[in-house]
């Protein structure tokens, strides 16, 4: 499985953005798939995280304000990370993760006025 992530930049407080993670290869062993970041001199967290049925699992800090869902179709498996009210401290670099082991090249994510 190969993952591309895409959808950060530049938002200012109360903005929102959206990210996406396309995980392409082979989609047969698709498996649960989620968000983490990681903030300058911080420890990598979790975002969010969605398995193959649906069930969805956020970190305290977004609850409320972010939102992770996917699609899937023969070629491809999709998650997006809906972010709405965006606040300075959500800046950070963004990593979709295939679980158990496959990490995205990760996307920035700037809150900023």
């Known amino acids: 499985v190969q993952l591309q992530a895409s959808g950060g930049g530049l938002v200012q407080p109360g903005g929102s953005l959206r990210l996406s993670c396309v995980a392409s290869g082979n989609v047969f062993s698709i498996n649960a798939m989620g968000w983490y970041r990681q903030a300058p001199g911080k420890k990598r967290e979790l975002v969010a995280d969605i398995t193959t049925g649906g069930n969805t699992n956020y970190g305290d800090s977004v609850k409320g304000r972010f939102t992770i869902s996917r699609d899937r179709d023969n070629a491809k498996s999709t998650v997006y990370l809906q972010m709405t009210n965006l606040r300075p401290e959500d800046t950070a670099v963004y990593y979709c993760?295939?679980?158990?082991?496959?990490w995205g090249q990760g996307t920035l994510v700037t809150v900023s006025s």
């Open positions: 993760i295939h679980y158990p082991n496959v």
